[in-house]
């Protein structure tokens, strides 16, 4: 079974652009969490979709955003990038919504902004 | 934003040693979830806790979920070069299941 796939791996951006990130989950998974990881803060949530609803928000400003497709696959947009917005993004997958379940992360997306 | 408290915050071992790290909050978790993280790479999940008091094993390794459920700690033993990495603590937040994070303990270890 395919795990999280998430692309691209690598991007590099100029400051006041925005990009697309893409996660596809585990087939069969319908939560998909977004998460940021820097060095200075860590792994911090982002937000979390199921049956393409926005069910939670971490509290990042709302220039970072996502939606999620009927397939379950999710994107997440940052518009007007920031030196800060340098981070990995990481993706989880999880088969449903809930505080009991496991959640697997896909390899990430390295973006820096320049 | 929201943190565990893991430590240690790294560990130099020879080969060959246990391993011990823990992870504590002051929130209650119904899940706790164990992670290592190689550079670069995603975080890959090696344990999955959901009840207070269950000590789970994975190979060399073994988690207990805290009676408190405000804590939890991993151990690895007999340590070989490749558990080199960064090993989180994740607990399930209540009120929606988001992650939060520990800050992560980096493992060395000489062969």
């Known amino acids: 079974k395919a795990g999280v796939t998430q692309t691209p791996r690598y991007l590099i951006k100029t400051r006041g652009q925005q990009v697309t990130l893409s996660c596809s989950p585990i087939s069969g998974h319908r939560s998909v969490s977004w998460y940021q990881q820097t060095p200075g803060q860590g792994l911090q949530f982002l937000f979390e979709?199921?049956?393409?609803?926005?069910?939670n928000k971490g509290n990042f400003p709302g220039r970072f955003s996502g939606r999620q497709f009927s397939n379950s696959r999710s994107e997440m947009n940052v518009s007007t990038l920031e030196l800060g917005d340098s981070a990995l993004y990481l993706c989880?997958?999880?088969?449903?919504?809930?505080?009991?379940?496991?959640?697997?992360f896909g390899q990430g997306t390295r973006l820096t902004v320049v | 934003g929201q943190q565990l408290n893991q430590s240690p915050q790294s560990m130099f071992i020879q080969e060959g040693e246990d391993v011990s790290m823990n992870c504590t909050s002051s929130s209650i978790f119904n899940t706790w979830l164990w992670y290592k993280q190689d550079p670069g790479e995603g975080p890959v999940l090696l344990i999955a806790l959901y009840k207070a008091g269950e000590l789970t094993s994975n190979g060399r390794l073994t988690a207990q979920f805290g009676i408190t459920r405000k804590d939890s700690f991993l151990n690895i033993s007999a340590s070989i070069p490749s558990d080199v990495g960064i090993y989180f603590c994740?607990?399930?937040?209540?009120?929606?299941?988001?992650?939060?994070f520990g800050q992560g303990t980096e493992l060395s270890v000489k062969p």
């Open positions: 989880a997958s999880s088969l449903y919504r809930g505080t009991s379940t496991e959640a697997f």
């Open positions: 979709y199921f049956s393409e609803t926005q069910r």
């Open positions: 994740a607990g399930r937040d209540n009120q929606g299941g988001k992650l939060i």
